[in-house]
């Protein structure tokens, strides 16, 4: 089976800033996607960034230009930098892995549990 471990959540002012980390283990092949969620009170679970396995990303509107997201291979880990945070960045975050497990089968996704970020006024 595969886990992710998400890390870096907390409780900010707005304007602050916060590191997001997620780690992956267990049996591996190969990660292709990376990617970061997230999912407000009331609202619809909406993607924040991706990155693919050569690096290319991928940003919301409402976040380009304050977040940043990096992968490092070797650690199985996924970052989100999160800087100038406003008070609609309020959010449970949650990663996403697109993970092969074996070469011989399609990769799948896997989710994190989900961090916590509250921004405060």
């Known amino acids: 089976q595969v886990q992710l471990v998400e890390s870096g959540g907390g409780l900010v002012q707005a304007g602050g800033s916060l590191r997001l980390s997620c780690a992956a283990s267990?049996?591996?092949?190969?990660?292709?996607?990376m990617g970061w969620y997230r999912q407000a009170p009331g609202q619809q679970r909406e993607l924040v960034a991706v990155?693919?396995?050569?690096?290319?990303?991928t940003y919301a509107d409402s976040v380009k230009g304050r977040f940043t997201i990096s992968r490092d291979n070797a650690k199985k880990t996924v970052y989100l930098q999160m800087n100038s945070l406003k008070l609609d960045d309020t959010a449970l975050y949650y990663c996403?892995?697109?993970?092969?497990?074996?070469?011989?089968?399609?990769?799948?996704?896997?989710w994190g549990q989900g961090t916590q970020v509250t921004v405060s006024a």
């Open positions: 996403k892995m697109n993970v092969r497990r074996n070469i011989l089968f399609p990769p799948t996704d896997y």
């Open positions: 267990g049996t591996i092949f190969s990660i292709n996607d």
């Open positions: 990155i693919i396995s050569d690096g290319g990303t």
